[in-house]
T-cell receptor, first 115, second 113 residues
């Protein structure tokens, strides 16, 4: 079974530039998550999708971050414009829905450096 | 805000049991305790979860106190490949049968030869 795919793996940009990350979840997984992990901290949930609808985006900085999952499969997370404090690893995860969705499967992450 | 507290680091000898503690004194009755681990430069990996009963799987055992204010993850025979950051997490319910994981800072476990 193929895992969660993310690209790019690494990205270096200057502050005020824009950047986009892509995630393809495990086939058949209805729930998709984007996390931000700052060095030395645990992951922080940015947004959670159930199919193509948003379940929770309470910690997404909506003035600069946006995410979409138009067809209920793959997803894109965008930052525009980036700030120095956005330097982090951005993790995508997916899970089945309901009681079968106890386990989240994570991708390898995208390491973003903002200069 | 995190709902769990863990020691920042621990050491364990290879072949011995690793016991990782976690405090979650404000946990509510319908919130589960989850454990994930993250090996360097990889995404987190699910280990185990429980509500109030002790749980065991092929990776680990989870012991939850009767008052549910703390728990311990046990790796029965630690190997060098178990060196990782271990996260104790509370899963909170959301609307529509959805759930959300609230992550803490984790414990960095070093298994030594």
């Amino acid at each position: 079974e193929a895992g969660v795919a993310q690209s790019p793996r690494y990205k270096i940009i200057e502050k005020r530039q824009s950047v986009a990350f892509w995630c393809n979840p495990i086939s058949g997984h209805a729930t998709l998550y984007w996390y931000q992990q700052i060095l030395g901290q645990g992951p922080k949930l940015l947004i959670q999708f159930q199919n193509n609808g948003v379940v929770d985006d309470s910690q997404l900085p909506k003035d600069r971050f946006s995410a979409e999952r138009l067809k209920g499969v793959d997803s894109t997370l965008k930052i525009q414009p980036a700030k120095l404090e956005d330097s982090a690893v951005y993790l995508c995860a997916s899970s089945s829905f309901g009681l079968a969705g106890n386990e989240q499967f994570f991708g390898p992450g995208t390491r973003l450096t903002v200069l | 805000d995190a709902k769990t507290t863990q020691p920042p680091s621990m050491d364990c000898a290879e072949g011995r049991a690793a016991n990782l503690p976690c405090n979650h004194s404000t946990i509510s009755g319908n919130e589960y305790v989850y454990w994930y681990r993250q090996i360097h430069s990889q995404g987190p990996q699910y280990i185990i979860h429980g509500l109030k009963n002790n749980e065991t799987n092929e990776m680990a055992s989870l012991i939850i106190t009767e008052d549910r204010k703390s728990s311990t993850l046990i790796l029965p025979h630690a190997t060098l490949r178990d060196t990782a950051v271990y996260y104790c997490i509370v899963r909170v319910p959301l609307a529509g049968n959805n759930r959300k994981l609230i992550w803490g800072l984790g414990t960095s476990l070093a298994v030594n030869p």
